[in-house]
């Protein structure tokens, strides 16, 4: 009988220390990010901010993707021209016989 009271406390302990363990969070995409402004404090607590688009604003959730997120270090965006090609700049047209062999 006592054997069963035994098992039943050892049960019960396993039980509380699975509920009550703590949870890891992932760190948020920002850690990384060159528009972060984070200010670290004490036991690990942390205050974050984005300055993309050049005046702050606070995070206050763990963002897991951005749109707007560059790798700290990792340079200036590239600012290529985006749209259509000129019809100068493009390259001469192939033709291609019936044959499907080129010229």
């Not at 959730?61 to 290529?80: K, L, P």
């Amino acid at each position: 009988m006592e054997f069963f009271a035994l098992v039943g406390v050892l049960v019960a302990i396993v039980r509380f220390a699975v509920r009550n363990r703590k949870r890891v969070k992932p760190a948020p995409l920002c850690i990384d990010c060159a528009s972060a402004h984070i200010q670290w404090g004490a036991n690990a607590e942390r205050d974050l901010h984005c300055s993309f688009g050049h005046f702050l604003r606070p995070v206050r959730m763990n963002v897991q993707h951005c749109t707007d997120f560059r790798v700290r270090g990792g340079g200036a965006r590239s600012h290529s021209k985006i749209g259509f090609v000129q019809i100068e700049a493009a390259s001469p047209a192939v033709t291609i016989n019936r044959t499907g062999a080129s010229p």
